[in-house]
């Protein structure tokens, strides 16, 4: 059964076990939040989500409030505004005001949650926390806990998505802060490099390091594609800047994996620009390789093929499949093997 209610006094249904910002979003009334990720379970942390709502005692956290049959909700009263205003505030106090330096600028969620409320940056003398920048030696993350909001989205991400658990909280009130393990570096808390922590970051706290420096969100043109690493079908977007592929983001569309990806598939595009790969296929020419063209090439191997099977018969080939490959391509491997070359000599690697 439905359940209806009514959000800034338009009548809405919500489905059994929606929260009111699910439901909010799906009737595209926009809510705020730094701590929620609809991949993520919602733990109420930021409140910048916060609603008025008729016969409830102050304000609720959307993202963790069930919608109820009869429920009345304001999503943008004076009060409202004044406590988002209030917490975003006091999350600027113990933030580093170089927006135009940080690696996340245009892409901030606390950039553009303080750009929609028009929040000044507040003169604050008291104590502020002053972690060094990049003190994790991860090849792949770069560290910033000055610009930690602690909205546990690494945390939930490397656990619930990764299964990793490498990312916690520790210590108590204003030294609260993101650490790994037991406090030690990513690596030695069993990090795999994955990136899922920096992809779900809403802030410049956990950064992409090989990309760092490249370009703006709004510099690069997103394509999505296929990751060409093995048989799955992840796909991400290629962020390319003036012809050149600078960054992979996670698509979170993607059918396949969503913003999952592996330590390969998010930062192992730096071949694809590398100056020793081979662009044009190469034959051997006087003892040397020679770039030629696909039909020469594929014209010379039709021919070696032929050669060695009249005179060794078809069993002196075999293939070897692979795991990596789609389910396609080994099903094309298996039909060449057979058909083509008129041998049963196929085997796979997942066999041995």
Same mark, same amino acid.
């Given at each position: 059964m439905p359940i209806n209610l009514t959000i800034n006094g338009k009548p809405v249904q919500a489905r059994e076990g929606q929260t009111v910002l699910e439901v909010c979003w799906e009737n595209h009334i926009s809510l705020p939040?730094?701590?929620?990720?609809?991949?993520?379970?919602?733990?109420?942390?930021?409140r910048l989500c916060v609603v008025e709502v008729e016969k409830m005692r102050g304000l609720i956290a959307s993202c963790t409030l069930p919608a109820t049959e009869g429920m009345v909700v304001r999503t943008e009263t004076p009060k409202v505004v004044e406590e988002r205003k209030f917490i975003l505030e006091m999350l600027l106090t113990d933030h580093p005001n170089d927006c135009m330096t940080c690696e996340s600028n245009g892409d901030c969620e606390l950039q553009n949650a303080v750009y929609q409320y028009q929040v000044p940056w507040p003169e604050h003398k008291g104590a502020r926390h002053n972690y060094p920048a990049g003190a994790d030696p991860n090849p792949f993350v770069f560290t910033d806990f000055?610009?930690?909001?602690?909205?546990?989205?690494?945390?939930?991400?490397?656990?619930?998505?990764?299964?990793?658990?490498?990312w916690g909280v520790a210590f108590r009130g204003f030294n609260d802060r993101i650490v790994a393990g037991a406090d030690v570096t990513m690596l030695e808390a069993g990090c795999e490099s994955c990136g899922a922590c920096a992809a779900y970051c809403p802030t410049g706290a956990l950064t992409d390091k090989p990309s760092r420096g490249q370009a703006r969100s709004y510099q690069m043109k997103k394509v999505t594609t296929t990751c060409v690493y093995c048989?799955?079908?992840?796909?991400?977007? #290629?962020?390319?800047?003036? +012809?050149?592929? /600078?960054?992979? !983001?996670?698509?979170?569309?993607?059918?396949?994996? $969503?913003?999952?990806?592996c330590v390969k598939g998010r930062y192992g595009y730096e071949f694809i620009h590398h100056?020793?790969?081979?662009?044009?296929? #190469?034959?051997?020419?006087? +003892?040397?390789? /020679?770039?030629? !063209?696909?039909?020469?090439?594929?014209?010379?191997? $039709?021919?070696?093929?032929?050669?060695?099977k009249k005179e060794n018969g078809a069993d002196a080939f075999a293939t070897l499949?692979?795991?990596?490959?789609?389910?396609?391509?080994?099903?094309?491997?298996?039909?060449? !093997?057979r058909v083509v070359m008129g041998t049963n000599n196929v085997d796979h690697c997942a066999r041995l």
């Open positions: 939040t730094l701590c929620h990720h609809p991949d993520l379970t919602p733990v109420g942390a930021c000055n610009k930690c909001i602690l909205c546990t989205r690494c945390v939930r991400a490397c656990a619930e998505i990764q299964g990793r658990n490498v048989g799955v079908g992840c796909q991400f977007d #290629l962020n390319v800047r003036s +012809g050149r592929v /600078v960054k992979v !983001t996670s698509n979170p569309k993607a059918p396949v994996n $969503g913003m999952a990806l100056p020793d790969r081979l662009t044009k296929p #190469l034959v051997k020419k006087d +003892g040397a390789f /020679v770039e030629t !063209t696909w039909e020469e090439a594929l014209s010379l191997i $039709g021919k070696k093929f032929a050669q060695v499949a692979s795991a990596k490959a789609t389910n396609e391509e080994n099903y094309l491997i298996q039909k060449f !093997t």
